[in-house]
Each structure stands twice: as C-alpha cells, then as structure tokens.
C-alpha cells in the first residue's frame, strides 16, 4: 500500500484514494494518467475488493496488457479485467452467446473484412464493386452502426441517390454477416448494448459483477461505448472516467466530445479532480501549448505546469520550399546523430501521409535510418491475413468471406465459374461453402476444379483437426501442408524475403500467445489478433531510428525532440475544416497533442511555396502559429506580420487552389447542392465526384466546376 502513494503528488494521490462514487479526473498531457489509473485499481484490489468485480477499459491492446502489468506487479493478484471496448465486448458476447442467439465461435471482421462482404454483396445485386463506392458504403454501415441506427432505420431514412444503394446493401450485409456467423468491429459495442439494454437478467448480471468500473481516454469515446459502462455502473455508481478533453481528437472516428457533458447530466453527484503537474515536457513548451488550446471554447479549465526547467525556446523556422524543409530537418537530424544522439529521441510529424515522401528521400539521401509509423499494419499484410483465413476456416466454416480469400491460395484452379458452382450447389442444400465442399457432387465440375476443392477439403480437415490446440502448431501444419511458403517465390528477392519473415513473425506470435495462455486455442489467438486495434502505435525501440508519423498516430508517445512540420493554413488546420468552429477546435487540439508529445525541442516548421495536388503553390502560415506568445518563440524564426493574412470562415466560390474534400456540401450554378464522394488529381487536373441532391451524380473537372462550398 506505501507503494502505491509512493512519489505521488497530492490530486495524483485524491484521485487514487477517491473510490466510491463516480469520479470524473481531466488529467492533461504527461501528468501520470495511467500511474493514477493502475495504482487506483491496485488500491481498490488491496483495499479488499475482488479483482474480478474490477472493470478498466482502455483503447489499445497495448495500454491494457501494460496496466495489467503494472497491477499485477503492485498488488501480486491477477484478475481485473482490464482490456479495450471491443475486447469486453466480445467476451460478453462469447459468455452469453447461447441466450443471445449467437454461435461462440463467431469471427470477427475487421475493416478489410468488411470490405470483402460488402463487395460481394454488391456482386450479388450485379454491381462492379470498383465502380459502386464499396468504399464508402462500407464507411456508411460502419457510421449507421455507431449511431445505433440499423438496416430498417437506415433504409426508410435514405434519400435518392448512392444511400439507396448503401441501404441495399446493409440490409444484405447484415443477412451475409449472419450466414458466416461472423460479427463486424462495430458490431462488438452495438451487440453487447442491445444485449444490456433489452435483455433485464443479462443487465443484472453484469452490473453486479462489476462493483468499480475505469475508463481510460475517456475523451476518445463514441455514444455507443458511453451507453455500456452508464449501464454497467448504474447499480453501483462507481464509475471514473479519466481523459483530457484538450486532446480529443477523433470525432472522425465516432468520437462524442458530448459524452463529457453527459457523463456529468447523469452522474450529477460526481467530484471533480484536475491533474496538471506535467512531468514530460519543459515549461517553454507547455506554455506554448496551453496558450494555444486556451483559444477553444468547449474544454475544462486545465492549465498545464511543470517543476522542471523552462528549457529552449521553441524553434520556428522557415523554410523556402517543402523539400527545403525535408532537406533542413534531415540535416539538424544527422548533426545530431554525429554528436552522438539517438534516432529514437527524435520524431517527424506531419498531418497527412503524402508529406511523408520529401523526408523519406531526404533521410535517404543523408543516410538516416527512419520508420515511418502507420504504414501497413502487421496484421493487415497478405501473407499474414492468408494463414489466418485458414484458421478462421477451422474455427468457423461458415465465413464465407475466409473461404473466398483462400480458396485460390496456393493456386488451385478454381475459378468463378467453378465458385458459381459451387455457391449454387451450397444455397440449394443449405450448407456454407466450407460444408458443402464434401458432399458436391464430382460431375457438375470440370477436372481442374474438382482436384483444387478437393485438396482445399483436405486442408480444412486438417486445419479443424488442430483448431482445438496451440494456434502455433495449426498454423506450421497449415503452412506446411499447403507449402505456403514456397508459392511466395524466391527468397532472393528483398520483397519476398520480407513476407516469408512475416510469416515467420506470425508463427512467433502465435508461440508467445500459447506460452502466455493456460489453455490455449485457434480460437483464443484469434480472438486476439481480430482485437489489435488498427491505430495501435508501436512506441518501443525502433533500433535507433527516427520516427515519422502523422499527427494522429502520435497520440500517447513521447520523444526528447519533435518537429511538427507543414504549419500552414491548408494542412494546420487542414483544408476544409477551418470553416466548422468544432472542426477548427479538434485541429487546434490535434497541434496541441503534437506540441505535448516533446520533452526538451520542439520545432514548429513551415515552408513558403509547398508543392501539392502537383503544383507548387504559395503557402501561408497557419492561423495557429498567431496564438503562440512571441516570447516563447526562438526569437531567429521569421517574424509573422498578422496583417498580412485574413482567414475567411465563409471562402465562398473556390478558386483554382481550393480544392474541397470528400464528404463537404457545395454548390453549382446548374446542379445545385451536393456533397463530394470522392476527389482524385492526376498532375494538374482535379476530378470531383458529387452527388447532387436533384441531380444524380456528375463527375467534374474541379479547375471548370465553379463550385461554392456550403459552410456547415
């Protein structure tokens, strides 16, 4: 227990010792949120409650197995449970399967996957899937279900135009998800609230298991989310929230800035603790982030301060050109690393991936080793996602969408006619495509077809005869039997080398898995794999190279030296969200994220000419930069002359520069009003797709559209 308080200060220390009731702490950047999070849960274990009345939900797998940790290091007791949104939803879902109508060994889809079905349902209704949006109807279920509308809501509200095809197609969606007893991302958090809300003696249940409920990133949550844990704790009454409402930051993801409002409208009795003693960055870089963010109306009163030193002024330079600025901030890091430095002290951050480019070249150039985070995900890869459709197979024959990926890897010569065949023949006898493999007759398929299905049976066999022990050694049967590794190519090739040590990776993961589980399965592993979050950051050693990553991704890291890059009007903010106040709040918070992820240098850099959408253009300082005080700026950056630059809420009729995004309403001189589906530039030419309200969708060349953006 003297642990616990040890090298605590006094809110860090009330917020542990604060544990009946409901508790809402704003803990800013760097003040030691997950300290007070892990060492609250260790108090309340070793003040006598049962680890397994204890609920902590985080949103990465990372920051869950590390509070567990942390816990467990503390009090010597294991079983809190401490996982992310989704995870919790899927254990719930797994426990009361039977009463929910559910099989237990339900798949989970994860965004690619989504895709595959949505595509295929299009096939269905005789749709190209290229040419049909597959993109956007699948980001428009996705969006339909974190605002608890389902398939029938949808539908009677769609209006003419693509939503009558986005309508279509989630009403069969959902009828396919159910076939391959498979349930999507969102489907986790919507299930398991229905579940809470319809179902009284399930809602009881849970509410008194759990006795303590902790949210951490409670910033970052969607309404949904919200709805689970004021359910779960309202019995109780003994839920913390914990987050920083300055560094919300995701509102394009179903984030509710909202929730913190409703959070107090239903937990008035709630007190209220601030932690704002930062222990990461120096006092010069906290002011300059404060000040910044105190220009947003909707945050709580948090000032950030520090007992360390006031350290540096914070750099801003300018640079002539954005490769001029790649080739500046590529020097200052190779300076550094000849006098000894580290590449892991130092990140890049940029607002949007293509900016990634002029620094790859430059770090090339200087011989500067780099990551860029954020690029594709491990899980995400083919190599990877291949063997683990297999797995999927031997847990849950009906995915179909398993079944499809993996019917031609390796190459068995079954082609669409044969599939056609093949779906027909299962349709008709009611059986899944894995099921129906058997028992089709020979004669209504070609040779080829029938000795490819037929050796596709004898894997699946043999991948449901393992499916029941260690994920390790199903997946080395899987990949030896299909020699999966042979059809890569040759290892020679620095491509193909790189996807067999992918799938040597996966074999390692699923070894660490079966080594850390007391009884482990396919199933188990899978669960985990299909839970890693897309947007999980690897924060650990790089081998001594630099970071670069967009200004999302670097939420939760912390580097000794950081340079934000491209702090102009256009990219911070970004074009077409400095016209919305809450959209030019998140960017204002999203730079203030950036700005607090630097412990002693922070470099705020910008370029006069940037080249973008290919053409160079002049670039004008972000708006931001104005709400930084000049005294905490190096005094040998350029000066700023206010005067010179007026931004206009309302830009009226775009000129040749302005082009608008996808998803903003604008106007036409014929068509009238619409919305922008999608924006794709080939060199010099701009091609929008818009979905006019009257008038269909029209594809038009952005340099002749005459288009006026519609301010929300």
């Known amino acids: 227990m003297r642990e616990i308080f040890a090298e605590t200060n006094p809110r860090q220390e009330e917020a542990i010792r604060r544990t009946e009731g409901p508790l809402l702490i704003a803990a800013g950047a760097g003040t030691g949120k997950t300290r007070v999070i892990t060492r609250r849960i260790a108090h309340l274990a070793l003040r006598g409650c049962e680890p397994w009345r204890i609920l902590a939900v985080t949103f990465t797998n990372k920051a869950a197995e590390e509070m567990a940790r942390r816990v467990e290091r503390l009090t010597g007791r294991q079983g809190v449970h401490i996982s992310t949104f989704h995870s919790f939803g899927a254990h719930l879902l797994r426990r009361e399967a039977e009463s929910l109508g559910l099989s237990r060994s339900f798949t989970i889809y994860d965004e690619k996957d989504r895709l595959a079905a949505v595509q295929e349902v299009l096939r269905s209704l005789d749709r190209d899937p290229d040419k049909s949006d597959a993109r956007e109807i699948a980001h428009a279920i996705s969006s339909a279900k974190n605002e608890l509308v389902g398939p029938e809501e949808y539908a009677r509200a769609a209006r003419r135009g693509p939503e009558d095809l986005a309508a279509l197609v989630y009403q069969r969606y959902e009828t396919l998800l159910a076939a391959c007893s498979a349930l999507d991302f969102d489907d986790l958090l919507v299930r398991t609230l229905r579940a809470l809300r319809e179902d009284s003696a399930l809602r009881e249940r849970w509410q008194e298991r759990f006795r303590y409920i902790l949210v951490d990133e409670f910033q970052d949550t969607n309404r949904c989310q919200y709805e689970i844990v004021r359910i779960l704790a309202e019995k109780h009454r003994n839920l913390c929230v914990t987050g920083d409402p300055d560094q919300s930051i995701y509102s394009w993801r179903g984030a509710s800035p909202e929730n913190l409002a409703a959070f107090e409208k239903d937990f008035p009795e709630a007190a209220f603790v601030a932690l704002e003693e930062n222990y990461r960055s120096t006092g010069t870089i906290l002011r300059a982030a404060s000040e910044l963010v105190k220009n947003n109306a909707l945050r709580k009163d948090v000032t950030l301060w520090t007992r360390g030193p006031a350290g540096d002024p914070v750099r801003a330079p300018v640079w002539a050109t954005d490769r001029a600025e790649a080739r500046g901030i590529a020097a200052e890091v190779a300076r550094r690393l000849a006098a000894g430095g580290s590449g892991d002290d130092v990140a890049v951050f940029y607002r949007v991936n293509a900016q990634s480019r002029s620094f790859e070249e430059a770090f ?64 008709e006898q009611g059986l899944s495509l894995a099921h129906a493999l058997p028992t089709i007759p020979p004669h209504i398929l070609s040779r080829t077809a029938r000795e490819g299905l037929a050796d596709l049976a004898e894997v699946l066999s043999l991948a449901a005869e393992t499916a029941g022990g260690p994920a390790a050694g199903a997946l080395a049967a899987i990949a030896e039997r299909t020699r999966y590794l042979d059809c890569l190519g040759d290892r020679a090739d620095p491509e193909i080398l790189e996807r067999h040590e992918n799938v040597a990776e996966l ?71 400095a016209a919305s106040p809450a959209d030019l709040e998140e960017e204002r918070r999203l730079l203030y994220v950036g700005m607090t992820r630097a412990r002693r240098e922070l470099h705020l850099s910008r370029a006069l000419r940037r080249n973008r959408f290919g053409r160079t253009q002049e670039a004008f300082p972000s708006r931001f930069l104005f709400e930084i005080p000049e005294e905490v700026l190096d005094s040998a950056a350029a000066p700023l002359e206010p005067s010179r630059y007026v931004w206009d809420p309302d830009p009226g009729v775009l000129d040749e520069d302005e082009i608008p995004l996808r998803g903003e309403r604008v106007r036409h001189p014929a068509y009238g009003e619409g919305v922008v589906l999608s924006v794709t530039s080939r060199g010099r030419k701009t091609r929008l797709k818009v979905q006019f309200d009257g008038e269909g969708t029209k594809v038009l060349f952005h340099e002749h559209a005459q288009l006026t953006r519609i301010p929300e």
Do not use: C, W
């Open 507 to 577: 074999l390692q993961a699923a070894r660490e898995h079966d080594e850390a589980t007391s009884a482990p399965t396919v199933a188990s592993f899978l669960e985990k794999v299909a839970l890693v979050s897309s947007s999980e950051v690897e924060s650990g050693d790089s081998g001594g190279a630099v970071r670069l990553m967009t200004l999302h991704a670097a939420k939760g890291l912390e580097f000794d030296v950081v340079f934000i890059t491209g702090l102009e009007d256009g990219l911070i903010p970004h074009s077409g969200r």
């Open 364 to 427: 090339l150039a200087e011989g500067i080793p780099y990551v860029v985070v954020g690029s594709t995900e491990f899980y995400e890869r083919r190599e990877v996602k291949d063997l683990l459709a297999y797995l999927r197979l031997a847990v849950n024959p009906a995915d179909e969408i398993a079944f499809r990926r993996i019917v031609n890897v390796p190459r068995r010569k079954v082609g669409p006619k044969a599939m056609e065949i093949l779906a027909a023949f299962a349709a």
